[in-house]
């Protein structure tokens, strides 16, 4: 695991960037695995700036969305699909085509799960952008999900759906059902990317880095992937021991 601490948010956007420009340019593959949430959102803006700049070409990328909210409307800006569509497609020359995620306004939920992860695992990941929970999950895996687990629909907890509010107009809540692709899933892809920012993830960064590998801080069970890249800025890595936080700091 390679754990990278950027003196500010603004420059652990740009590593993130970096990864991203690395794999895209590369590639053998061309399935990238985006995560949604706050703390994406200034690599991504990042991502659109080098593509405005030329340096950076989505033209040939594949998107694949980790998770979806069940029960918004098709149009609500809350989304997951609709803020990708916001943040990488209307900005970038990603193809409209190429963002894959859950459908989760198929009356069937069951088969849309099925078919979801049929595709992310025909996909190949060859770098999958993660976020954490204030609890420790990924995508919208909880505590206690299985390791093993596939794309399915979850229960979101009070926790989450609180954390998550922020990105909803006052007044209303997440919904309290997801679709996300499971941790076997997300553990399939080629090379993970986890980003994190801020004081209200050094807990749970430094159980998932440090801690014992355990179904109730999902984002554990990266210590069990070969290749995985960490970017934090300070405030994120300041319960990690000395010994992993200087591991590696960038410029
Ligand atoms: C959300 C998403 C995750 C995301 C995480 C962090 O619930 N399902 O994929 O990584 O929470 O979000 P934020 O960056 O807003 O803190």
Redo the contacts with the bound molecule.
């Keep these: 695991m390679r754990i990278f601490v950027a003196p500010d948010r603004a420059t652990a956007a740009q590593r993130t960037a970096d990864i991203v420009e690395g794999f895209v340019n590369s590639a053998a593959s061309t399935a990238l695995g985006i995560?949604?949430?706050?703390?994406?959102?200034e690599p991504l803006a990042e991502i659109a700036r080098r593509c405005r700049r030329g340096t950076l070409s989505l033209a040939h990328a594949e998107v694949y969305l980790?998770?979806e909210y069940v029960g918004l409307e098709l149009d609500d800006p809350c989304s997951?699909a609709n803020t990708v569509d916001r943040l990488l497609v209307q900005t970038t020359d990603l193809p409209p085509g190429a963002v894959h995620g859950p459908n989760p306004h198929n009356p069937d939920l069951y088969a849309e799960c099925a078919d979801y992860e049929r595709h992310v695992r025909a996909a190949c990941i060859g770098l999958q952008l993660?976020?954490?929970?204030?609890n420790g999950?990924?995508?919208?895996n909880e505590p206690g999900s299985s390791f093993a687990s596939s794309t399915r629909v979850v229960q979101?907890n009070e926790q989450?759906r609180r954390?998550?509010a922020?990105?909803f107009p006052d007044g209303t809540r997440?919904p309290a059902a997801?679709i996300?692709q499971g941790i076997g899933t997300i553990l399939m892809a080629t090379e993970l990317l986890l980003?994190?920012?801020?004081q209200?993830?050094a807990r749970s960064i430094a159980r998932a880095l440090e801690g014992p590998v355990t179904r109730s801080l999902p984002a554990s069970a990266l210590q069990l992937h070969p290749n995985v890249t960490v970017v934090l800025d300070p405030p994120a890595a300041a319960l990690l021991t000395d010994a992993s936080s200087q591991r590696c700091r960038t410029p």
């Design positions: 995560a949604t949430g706050k703390t994406m959102e980790l998770d997951f993660l976020g954490i929970g204030t999950h990924i995508a919208f979101l989450t954390d998550n922020r990105a997440p997801a996300t980003v994190a920012c801020g209200p993830k």
